[in-house]
């Protein structure tokens, strides 16, 4: 089957650097999408990755290792409004989003 | 604000009753997805449309049907309600459904059935 793995919730403190870890066992393998969503909000676009390495984008980075079926995202200087939930998705073989189940990161003061 | 407008935002309605979920794509968008995501729970693909056509299926009940009308816009139907079915409702969009085309999520409907 297909499947994604994250960790359900993280705690981190306001001003830290928090990294939230994804691995996937799918079929086929076309890029891998970050997406915040806010409690009762819609999810939005953070990154995506196709190729091994890691992508920055402000404070936020994302890694991706093909060969390990894994990715990350770094989340740095970390602010209160980063309290959300972080989906990881991977585009299959088939062109379907498989979505993780979500993790809910809770930043402290 | 992604450009994706769904309504409507909250929807109460009683089991064994028939709801119709609307969404409009972005615009220049041709594909539509939708889908369900329980409390706590992560987001459950139902379907996708590419221009008029159904693209791909997901979990996506007997009792649930979706079409996708030539000016785009997307409905998706709801019968037979049960209380399992409360979720708030995602539609999204991209432009062809292309593997680096990132989705863009309307606000949702928040279905509450009683």
């Known amino acids: 089957g297909q499947n994604i793995d994250q960790p359900t919730e993280m705690t981190a403190t306001e001003g830290a650097i928090v990294q939230i870890n994804c691995t996937y066992q799918?079929?086929?393998?076309?890029?891998l999408f970050w997406y915040q969503q806010h409690a009762g909000e819609a999810p939005t676009f953070l990154s995506y990755?196709?190729l091994d390495g890691l992508e920055e984008k402000g404070r936020f980075s994302s890694f991706l290792s093909r060969s390990k079926g894994y990715s990350y995202l770094l989340l740095k200087e970390l602010q209160m409004k980063d309290s959300a939930s972080y989906l990881c998705?991977?585009?299959?073989?088939?062109?379907?989003?498989?979505w993780g189940a979500g993790t809910k990161l809770i930043i402290k003061p | 604000d992604s450009g994706v407008t769904q309504t409507p935002k909250h929807l109460i309605t009683a089991t064994g009753q028939r709801v119709t979920l609307r969404c409009s794509p972005r615009s220049g968008d041709l594909s539509v997805y939708w889908y369900q995501q329980s409390l706590d729970q992560g987001l459950q693909f139902l379907i996708q449309y590419y221009n008029g056509e159904e693209r791909a299926k997901g979990n996506i009940l007997e009792r649930f049907s979706a079409q996708q009308f030539p000016d785009l816009h997307s409905e998706l139907n709801l019968s037979s309600l049960e209380l399992g079915d409360s979720a708030l409702y995602f539609c999204a969009s991209s432009v062809e459904g292309a593997a680096n085309e990132k989705l863009f999520f309307g606000s949702g409907t928040q279905l509450s059935v009683l």
């Open positions: 799918t079929s086929g393998f076309n890029g």
């Open positions: 998705a991977v585009r299959s073989s088939n062109y379907q989003l498989i």
């Open positions: 990755n196709v």
